[in-house]
């Protein structure tokens, strides 16, 4: 099993709509996990840290699964600029660094 | 300076040819990090350094060299570079006596193209 695991998509979705994606990863022993936003040719950015207890951040929440292993993003009330590369990242704990998923695609259309 | 300065922007450069990437932080992170990214791989750690003084090797650190002579800057060098090094090189940095939630703030990002 891949160490950090997402749908590459891409996922098109339209502009109004809530959609939500997972995130998979190996090591049950991790402690730390983030949702990064990455644009077309630009670098990765935070978007939002993943707390044990779900959080949101207005139209985002994130939630984490430890039984399964799995984190979530769901998105609410889409908007074109949310169109990017969400990328899913996990701390280790081997050696306290992140590993970084490939990416979900998201497309949303107007 | 606001955060991660790369350097350059972009590059083509000959295959067989020496180049150093720049990479430089005003945050004051003790942590920082050297990633490659190509389609379809994703963010592929090369090299990082924990603290000044420090560098360990990453995922992919074959063909690269660093130096963390201070806090602030992380140079990475290729040495003699071959088409296989064409990427997205991206230096990142991080402060893990925050806490571990704080993540990652990354630089802009160093185009180079291998010919």
């Known amino acids: 099993r891949k160490e950090v695991e997402q749908d590459p998509g891409p996922f098109n979705v339209p502009e109004g709509a809530t959609v939500a994606f997972n995130c998979t990863y190996s090591?049950?022993?991790?402690?730390?996990f983030f949702w990064y936003r990455q644009d077309c040719r630009k670098e990765p950015k935070l978007l939002m840290s993943?707390?044990?207890s779900g959080n949101e951040d207005g139209r985002f929440t994130a939630q984490l699964n430890r039984a399964s292993q799995y984190i979530s993003l769901l998105i609410r009330d889409s908007k074109l600029s949310d169109s990017a590369t969400y990328l899913c990242?996990?701390?280790?704990?081997?050696?306290?660094?992140?590993?970084f998923g490939k990416g979900t695609r998201l497309h949303i259309l107007p | 300076i606001a955060g991660i300065t790369q350097a350059p922007t972009s590059q083509i450069l000959a295959a067989g040819r020496r180049m150093t990437l720049r990479c430089t932080q005003d945050?004051?992170?003790?942590?920082m990090y050297w990633y490659r990214q190509d389609l379809g791989l994703g963010l592929r750690l090369i090299h990082y350094?924990?603290?000044?003084?420090?560098?360990g090797k990453g995922e992919v650190p074959d063909g690269y060299s660093v130096s963390r002579a201070n806090t602030d800057d992380f140079p990475l060098t290729l040495a003699s570079a071959v088409p296989s090094q064409t990427s997205v090189y991206f230096c990142?940095?991080?402060?893990?006596?925050?806490?571990?939630?704080?993540?990652?703030?990354f630089g802009s990002g160093t185009r180079l193209t291998v010919v």
């Open positions: 990142a940095s991080s402060d893990p006596m925050r806490g571990r939630n704080y993540g990652y703030t």
């Open positions: 090591n049950s022993a991790s402690q730390s």
């Open positions: 993943v707390y044990s």
């Open positions: 990242v996990v701390n280790s704990n081997r050696d306290d660094k992140i590993i």
């Open positions: 945050m004051r992170h003790n942590a």
């Open positions: 350094s924990n603290t000044a003084g420090t560098t």
